[in-house]
């Protein structure tokens, strides 16, 4: 997905607005908008990127750049993705299904990132499939956290963390015995913890 038509995407869902609604709040048809989202709007007038940015409070040409947008002074956006690969644990625009803020009180001094939890491997926690992961990028981990973690060519899941020196476990939360604990050698395979979850909102919160 294009750069403007994900931070529009995603800005309008985090402020729980319809296409219809926010072409209402700017005056347009809610063509304009599906067209913004489906990408036949790549290069918008700039008088239309200031009207969208007026709406949800960002500098205008923060709509155009790849970056996380920051809004006002007190918080920061961060995107949540789909997924993350080991190849890439960064930020990928076209993979940005939602965004979120964070009050810049609880940065302190670390990046962040989000991931669409896949599964229910950790719903005895309550983090459900489809849930908006938060993840605190490059943070202290202690048995017991937990984190984000890629390993060998794994996509990124979420599972608590254990380890003992040589051997890291990756430990599902789900009774149902449907995901076995993952035992990793230090030395034998590439393990990767991108960071520690910090909290995270189910899909039944936000409808």
Not at 133 to 156: E, T
Request: aromatic content about 6%.
């Amino acid at each position: 997905m294009g750069i403007f038509a994900a931070h529009i995407r995603g800005l309008r869902k985090n402020a729980g607005l319809t296409q219809e609604k926010l072409a209402a709040r700017i005056d347009v048809g809610v063509t304009t908008i599906k067209n913004i989202e489906s990408e036949y709007i790549t290069a918008p007038p700039t008088a239309l990127v200031e009207k969208l940015a007026g709406v949800f409070g960002v500098e205008s040409y923060s709509l155009l750049h790849k970056n996380s947008l920051d809004v006002g002074e007190r918080a920061k956006m961060v995107h949540i993705v789909s997924s993350v690969c080991s190849e890439k644990p960064f930020v990928e625009i076209e993979k940005i299904v939602q965004t979120v803020f964070l009050d810049r009180d609880e940065l302190r001094g670390y990046e962040y990132m989000g991931i669409r939890m896949p599964d229910n491997s950790m719903i005895d926690a309550h983090i459900c499939a489809g849930a908006s992961v938060i993840v605190r990028q490059n943070a202290p981990i202690k048995n017991g956290d937990v984190v984000l973690v890629v390993y060998n060519d794994s996509d990124g899941i979420v599972r608590r963390y254990e380890s003992d020196g040589e051997e890291v476990i990756l430990t599902a939360e789900n009774s149902s015995g449907l995901y076995p604990p993952i035992r990793l050698s230090k030395s034998k395979d590439r393990v990767v913890v991108l960071g520690k979850v910090i909290r995270w909102v189910n899909t039944a919160d936000w409808e």
